[in-house]
């Protein structure tokens, strides 16, 4: 339809209509078998005909949602398309690792291309929105949501939001839906939906460039957040969402609130009751209102008594006609598919590239000489609950077949027949929580599985240790106040290292965990988070070697607890502590080391790189002007291997702090022993500006230093000075 005849149909819509399409709500109104994602039983739905509205949310799958389209379109009085919404955000049916693993690849094409496989399943699923990128960025690993997050790093959050904009819209069948606006991953304490304090400065510097790269990329649509920020709640913040998103970063897609947002502003108490929160949010510019009573009970009424303006309905419907439109949707609401679902879902091609993604999202932590492993010379032992399970997809990933999952005990027996396997340990501690209070069969008793795992190792060379968080300890509603292994598997650890010092641990988990013990008692470890559906094959490639690891962290692992929030961009202090154990009057804790267990961009390779010293094009740069950064990076080792270099830059001397360092550049380079290649970054006066002491987004002349090296904790530097065109 052309814009003309958008309008036309608005005109003709009767106000009911108009709101209607304003309205989302489950697909379980009209279908079985829906995903519910949050609290159901909130909405009642008397007020306004369910024929109505405009979109569902939670239901999958090419043949029920056709009929429901089918259906509705038919009934309605002009004939609107529903849009099918769900949340597709590691992938639908090929699982692919968990956001928190693909901001580990720090590969955009990869999460590009991850996105586009998530999409076509999701289309040939007759799916019309995504509720992913997650853009929230995470510093505080007690959070459940950083399993959806692709980091602690606003930069390169910014380029994995773009790459799977891209990879999602690609052919204009499927909109993308950044969420959560705003700050979500920063609540009080790690506690879930709990209220956000970060100065403006914050949030404009580190919280709102991803959300910004989305925008700019073209992003069809925007998610509310559940938090406060400023002491308003997001959904009814009109600073936020119309000053900020719409006018400075100039989004005019569709903007849909969190689930029963909006009547949650009742809770949070800044309004009164639903028609109060409906009139609050509809101000503050909520297009949708995603499964409350807010919009579906009272908005038809506010407009009538003069409370809210016909325009803003009006404004808010054209942009949801827009994106319907922009879909082909009033063409081909249910029409037949271009593509065969049957054919598409986990083929090969689409298993082949998560295979590929896994791999380089694991992230080896630590190597001391055990890995790759032999596949002939040695006898390993597989250890762990992890061995044998095809719970490794994540929190938000629902595949209608999970067996589809390679688990790593079935991967490993097609590479090697000489290997012992054990469980060892359940999960979860018996009675432990999860956010979904998911419970384990316990068919034998934990004595048993521990002896049974400890003469496996007795009689091998190695032992490969699969432990991990459940994969409902993260997530949303998923917070911990301790972020380690469960007991019973620590226990397994440590029986185990009394009868083989040998141990390589693969570490399952959605978040940073807390991973002391394991540090101690491991001489190889490596972080393979939630893999997905082609876990086992990315774990057994990499353990064997038939695969060079190359990820790097894209979140700090803490020491404890106690250190969270802990990122490497932070402040300097004025009492500073370069060893981060604390001696009398410095910056630091008296009983804790203010380093991290290991840093954000860390990560090992079977080979290893050396850095030449940074070299600079020049010794000032005015604002016009560039510096090049060169380092010539090495092979020295034996594999072929894929290193990330990393730029940072760190501002000497602001009229605010400044962090000290900030990623700014990356690049991938595959190198094969004894080779070198030149690797240059280009230094550009728009990297180095910030919100100065004036809030105006500028640079500030000054000293520079520059920083290349393999992880954020590089001391590889050369420095410039920024000059104003005056000097
Ligand atoms: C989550 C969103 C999700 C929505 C729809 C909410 O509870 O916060 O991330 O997209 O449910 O399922």
């Known amino acids: 339809m052309t814009i003309k005849e ?3 149909l608005l005109s003709e819509m009767s106000l009911e209509e108009k709101v209607g399409q304003m309205v989302q709500r489950s697909a379980s109104v009209m279908a079985e078998g829906t995903i519910v994602t949050g609290p159901e039983g909130t909405v009642d739905s008397e007020e306004m005909s369910v024929g109505l509205i405009g979109s569902v949310l939670g239901k999958r799958g090419a043949g029920p949602l056709h009929k429901i389209q089918k ?4 009934k309605h009085p002009h004939h609107i398309p529903l849009l099918m919404m769900y949340d597709v955000i590691n992938g639908l049916e090929t699982i692919f690792p968990i956001p928190l693993a693909q901001g580990c690849t720090f590969s955009s094409q990869l999460v590009e291309e991850a996105a586009n496989i998530a999409m076509k399943e999701t289309v040939a699923a007759g799916v019309n929105v995504t509720f992913s990128p997650m853009l929230d960025l995470v510093r505080d690993a007690r959070w459940g949501r950083v399993v959806e997050s692709t980091g602690e790093d606003p930069w390169l959050n910014s380029q994995m939001a773009k790459a799977m904009v891209r990879g999602y819209q690609s052919k204009g069948k499927l909109a993308a839906c950044f969420k959560h606006f705003a700050a979500y991953g920063a609540p009080e304490g790690g506690r879930d939906y709990d209220n956000v304090e970060l100065s ?18 073209g992003c069809a649509m ?8 400023n002491r308003l709640p997001s959904t009814g913040n009109k600073w936020l969402l119309r000053k900020v998103l719409r006018d400075e970063m100039g989004f005019d897609g569709v903007l849909i609130s969190d689930f029963a947002a909006i009547d949650e502003m009742i809770r949070w108490g800044i309004v009164e009751d639903s028609r109060e929160a409906a009139k609050l949010a509809i101000k503050a510019g909520v297009d949708i209102d995603m499964h409350s009573n807010g919009y579906m009970n009272h908005l038809v009424r506010l407009v009538r008594e003069g409370e809210v303006d016909e325009s803003l309905v009006d404004e808010a419907v054209m942009r949801i006609l827009k994106l319907k439109n922009s879909l082909g949707l009033f063409e081909q609401a249910y029409a037949g598919f271009e593509e065969d679902e049957t054919a598409l879902l986990v083929c090969d091609a689409h298993r082949k590239k998560a295979c590929e993604v896994a791999t380089a999202s694991f992230v080896l932590l630590k190597n001391e000489g055990l890995l790759p492993l032999n596949k002939t010379e040695e006898t390993i032992a597989f250890i762990g609950p992890y061995v044998d399970n095809i719970n490794i997809y994540g929190t938000w990933s629902f595949p209608e077949k999970p067996k589809n999952t390679i688990t790593v005990k079935q991967a490993v027996m097609k590479k090697s027949q000489e290997v012992l396997f054990a469980k060892g340990a359940y999960v979860l501690d018996e009675g432990q929580n999860t956010r979904m209070q998911d419970t384990e069969e316990r068919p034998v008793s934990e004595e048993l599985l521990l002896r049974a795992a400890v003469e496996a190792a007795r009689k091998a060379d190695k032992v490969v240790l699969c432990l991990g968080e459940h994969r409902n300890q993260s997530g949303e509603g998923g917070s911990r106040a301790s972020i380690g292994l469960p007991e019973g598997q620590l226990k397994l650890l440590e029986k185990v290292s009394e009868v083989n010092a040998n141990i390589i641990s693969v570490i399952f988990s959605g978040r940073p965990l807390e991973l002391n013990k394991v540090e101690n008692l491991s001489k190889s470890i490596l972080m393979v988070w939630m893999p997905g559906t082609e876990g086992g094959n990315a774990i057994a490639n990499v353990l064997f070697g038939d695969v060079v690891p190359q990820g790097k962290l894209a979140m700090t692992l803490p020491r404890s607890v106690g250190q969270v929030p802990i990122y490497y961009g932070q402040f300097n202090t004025g009492r500073p502590n370069p060893t981060g154990i604390k001696i009398g009057f410095v910056h630091g804790y008296i009983d804790e080391s203010t380093r991290p267990l290991y840093p954000f961009g860390h990560g090992l390779s079977y080979t290893t790189f050396s850095y030449s010293p940074v070299v600079l094009s020049q010794k000032e740069m005015n604002k016009n002007g560039t510096i090049v950064a060169k380092v010539v990076v090495a092979n020295d080792g034996d594999y072929a291997g894929t290193e990330t270099v990393q730029l940072y830059l760190r501002d000497v001397k602001g009229s605010v702090i400044r ?29 180095l500006r910030f919100y100065n002491a004036d809030m105006e987004y500028v640079s500030e002349p000054g000293l520079f230093h520059v920083f290349i090296g393999t992880s954020s904790d590089t001391d590889n530097m050369a420095e410039f000075l920024l000059v104003s065109e005056t000097e």
Do not use: C, H
């Open 71 to 74: 259906e509705f379109v038919e």
């Open 200 to 217: 403006e400065r914050t949030l404009r510097e580190d919280y709102l460039p991803a959300y910004r790269a989305a925008v700019e990329e």
């Open 6 to 8: 958008l309008e036309k």
């Open 222 to 229: 925007a998610m509310t957040s559940f938090n406060t920020w």
């Open 659 to 687: 962090p000290v360092k900030m990623l700014r550049g990356i690049e991938k380079i595959k190198l094969k022993p004894g080779e070198r290649q030149d690797v240059s970054f280009v230094i550009t006066e728009e990297m």
